[in-house]
């Protein structure tokens, strides 16, 4: 049975910094794509991509909006992976989920697709203040 759990969201002013963590477990088989998605507050808005790693390659890419400002990160031998987060903005409020099982093909054209084994976590919630 997978299992996620995202932590350490919390409430901080433009300009800080926090670091997320994704602890797993239950996968038949590890994967060789991870990512972090976002749902923004509001009706209707869905998650979407913003930092994935290649495992594989070793290699890392990230939606326009957070380049440069988020660092996606795993450590294979605790099942956990990270996303740090600095210079965070008011529009980086929303629930932030981890999906270590993306389809590797993602990783491949830098997309984003609901993880293979569609389990999402509770998230964990960020709120940025002006």
């Known amino acids: 049975q997978v299992q996620l759990m995202e932590s350490g969201g919390d409430s901080v002013q433009a300009g800080g910094s926090l670091r997320l963590s994704c602890q797993f477990s239950?996968?038949?088989?590890?994967?060789?794509?991870m990512g972090w998605f976002r749902r923004t507050p509001g009706p209707g808005k869905v998650r979407v991509g913003v930092?994935?790693?290649?495992?594989?390659?070793?290699?890392?890419y990230y939606a326009k909006s957070v380049k440069g400002r988020f660092t996606i990160s795993q450590d294979k031998a605790k099942n956990t992976m990270y996303l740090e987060m600095t210079s965070l903005k008011p529009d980086d409020t929303a629930i932030y989920y981890c999906a270590p099982d993306m389809s590797v093909y993602d990783c491949y054209a830098g997309t984003w697709s609901d993880p293979l084994s569609a389990s999402w976590g509770q998230g964990t919630q960020v709120v940025v203040s002006s």
């Open positions: 239950g996968y038949a088989v590890s994967s060789d794509c």
């Open positions: 930092a994935g790693l290649y495992v594989g390659g070793n290699t890392t």
